[in-house]
Every structure is written in structure tokens, then in C-alpha cells.
């Protein structure tokens, strides 16, 4: 089984819906990040957790709110979602240190009408 | 405006032949950098790295260079294989920063 999972893997919306992305992890990390990535731009990070009770901005967060229910579980949320924030969502572990690596889920694919 | 910059969206390579992706970055505050390779429909997985006190890092085929006073770095494949093919990220942190800057990806196709 996958260490880190996102569901759902694709979503098509309308423009104005709420929406929640989902992240599971299994390899016990602390530290959480979500990231968007847009052609020719690369990952941005949008936020990021170090704990259940540590929730910081990245340079995306507008538009976009976090939960960190558990140490396992970080979802993202738009709000209300609109055209530009149509991207490929990628989620993403690592232990406590800038110089460990990070491991990302699958991604999920959003499109937004 | 992009801290980490990959310039060149795509690169096609011969089978065999050496890949070279290169990787600028403008904050000199940097001191660690990482390469990511990503295939379709997945997640990026964690290739390589090195940290600014090294100016080489090598693991089996490949090998990534740091040349800090033109703040440059490059991941170097050797031979190149038709597995290879796919997008590679470079991203580049600083100790208790507790982000990181990912360039926007360079694609490589190794032909067979």
C-alpha cells in the first residue's frame, strides 16, 4: 500500500463549490505540505503543518484552508472554488529537519468549471 | 518571482548518451538542494541531493554538481536509460527555513 494517499485522484467542479482534498499518510512523519503544481511553474507550496497543532501559510494560501485532524490526515479546502485554481494538488510528508527529503502522494487532478 | 528557475522545459537524449539537467537558483541563503523525478500520474519521489558544503554528490548512474558562486546546479545521468524518462524538479532549502523551492521542471525523453 502507498505510504502517502490522496483522494479523490480526479475532481471536476463548478466554479463557487466547496471542495475538500483529502491526505492520508502511513510513515508516521510529522510534517505535512500541500503544494499545487501549474504548467511551466512548478510546486508551490500552498501550506504546511509540522504538527497537528502547527498550521502555516506558504506562498499560495489565498483561496485555499487547511485541517490537520490528526498526525496522519491534512486536508485542503477551497472554499469557493474558481477557474485559476484548476492544478494538480500533490500532498506531501517529511521528518523533522529542512535536509530530509519529502515524500509525495499520487496527486489529484482538479479541474474547475 | 521563481527562486529556483529549470530553463529548459524538455530535453531529448540517446540512449546510452549522458543527460544533463541544469538548475539556477538566485537566493545564496540556499544550502541544500534536492532533485525529484516524476513519472505520469504520479507523485514526484526523491532522487538525489547535496548540501552547499559539497560541490559533488554521485549515486550509481547519477551524480549532481553544485557550483555556488554562480549559484548553478546540475544532475548529471550516466548512461542515460529509456526509464529515465520523465520530469525532473529541483528544490533547494536552507536549514530551519522550512520550505522548499521548486524549479518548474525540466522534461527528459531518452530515446531508445
Known amino acids: 500500500d502507498a505510504d502517502v494517499t490522496q483522494t479523490p485522484r480526479n475532481r471536476i467542479t463548478k466554479t463557487g463549490k466547496r471542495i475538500m482534498l483529502e491526505c492520508s499518510q502511513t510513515k508516521g512523519h510529522d510534517r505535512m505540505y500541500w503544494y499545487r503544481q501549474d504548467p511551466g511553474l512548478g510546486l508551490r507550496l500552498i501550506y504546511y503543518?509540522?504538527?497537528?497543532?502547527?498550521?502555516n501559510k506558504g506562498e499560495i494560501s489565498d483561496g485555499y484552508s487547511v485541517s490537520r485532524q490528526a498526525q496522519a490526515k491534512f486536508s485542503l479546502s477551497l472554499e469557493s472554488a474558481i477557474p485559476n485554481q484548476t492544478a494538480l494538488y500533490f500532498c506531501?510528508?517529511?521528518?523533522?529537519?529542512?535536509?530530509?527529503?519529502?515524500?509525495f502522494g499520487p496527486g489529484t487532478r482538479l479541474t474547475v468549471l | 518571482d521563481q527562486q529556483v528557475k529549470q530553463n529548459s522545459p524538455s530535453l531529448s537524449v540517446q540512449e546510452g548518451r549522458i543527460s544533463i539537467l541544469n538548475c539556477d537558483y538566485t537566493n545564496s541563503m540556499f544550502d541544500y538542494f534536492l532533485w525529484y523525478k516524476k513519472y505520469p500520474a504520479e507523485g514526484p519521489t526523491f532522487l538525489i541531493s547535496?548540501?552547499?558544503?559539497?560541490d559533488k554528490n554521485e549515486d550509481g548512474r547519477f551524480t549532481v554538481f553544485l557550483n555556488k558562486s554562480a549559484k548553478h546546479l546540475s544532475l548529471h545521468i550516466v548512461p542515460s536509460q529509456p526509464g529515465d524518462s520523465a520530469v525532473y524538479f529541483c528544490a533547494a532549502t536552507k536549514y530551519n527555513f522550512n520550505k522548499f523551492y521548486f524549479g518548474s521542471g525540466t522534461k527528459l525523453n531518452v530515446k531508445p
Open positions: 547535496i548540501s552547499s558544503i559539497k
Open positions: 506531501a510528508t517529511s521528518e523533522p529537519s529542512s535536509y530530509n527529503e519529502q515524500f
Open positions: 503543518s509540522f504538527d497537528v497543532k502547527d498550521i
